[in-house]
């Protein structure tokens, strides 16, 4: 069994590409294609093995793009356990307006998974004969999959001892802090809808995640702010850090997922919150400077590592 499990239940085949400019009406003459496996948990799995980790990638899929999202798994090294579904694997696309700059990602909701379908793949985590340290659920849930799925994930990872670490948004969110995970990972637009507050400042944004803390349903949080960097909440305080001045010219596709990527990997070396953000911080910047979803590069996450200026901000 590997340290690091990851499930994703709504993988995609991602497409990136360029046009000088997106108008609507126009044909957009594109420029070449770039394709990897991609979904919340897939992204983290293949940053987590390109830094070195002893993980593995759970995904259920089907079709020509499931196909393909499989063998690129196997292209990258990442071991992976691919379960079959009727339904096809989604491709999601994005382009980036030359330009301008400017990305447009169009997200596809994904093939509608039968009961069985979905309930295979906790089968097949409740039946493992021994736990993974982390159990990783991220992404969105396709249709048919019902909002308590990352909950029923967290109780599994309960009896089992495992950690429980979630990137989800909506009612899958809100439904599994009700358990209780180890680390969460929302942006900003995700904590300002769980909490329904409007969370204008850093002094909102401290005292939300400290909440989560305090009230048994994270004993970590790790919020990704995009330009205005991120944070990391816990019982021993709140540190913060500003984003690194890096061009977002190629695309922000996989940023989060490669920030919660790093922080795992910090926390599974024994590193503090503190120090685990710097790691998720570096990571998050150096996605931006990779074309479409190729995600970071270890070496740019590396000497990005030493920009990072992370602060204490509230301390228990």
Known sequence: MPAILTLTPNPALDLSTTAERVLPTHKLRCGPVTRYAGGG????????HRLGADVAAWTLIGGPAGVKVQQLLEEDGVPALCLPI??????DFSVIETAS?????????????????????????????????????????????????????????QRKGARFALDSSGPALAAALQVGVTLVKPSLRELRELTGEALPDAPAWQAATQNLVRSGQAELVALS?????????CRDGVWQAPALPVPTTTGTTGAGDCFLAAILWALEQGE????????????????????????????????????VVVQAVQAQ
């Open 41 to 48: 948990g897939i992204n983290v799995a293949r940053l987590l």
């Open 86 to 91: 009727a339904g096809d694997t989604r491709e």
């Open 101 to 157: 700059g400017q990305e447009f990602r169009f997200v596809l909701p994904g093939p509608l998974l039968a009961a069985a379908e979905w309930q295979a793949m906790l089968a097949q985590l409740a039946s493992l004969p021994s736990a993974p340290r982390w159990l990783v659920a991220s992404g969105s849930l396709p249709p048919g999959v019902p909002d308590d799925f990352y909950a029923q994930a967290a109780r599994i990872a």
């Open 225 to 233: 702010l995009g330009a205005q960097g991120g944070l990391i909440a």
């Open 272 to 307: 503090p919150p503190p120090e685990a953000l710097r790691w998720g911080m570096a990571a998050g910047a150096a996605t931006l400077l990779a074309p479409g979803t190729a995600l970071a590069q270890v070496a740019d996450v590396q000497r990005l590592l030493p920009q």
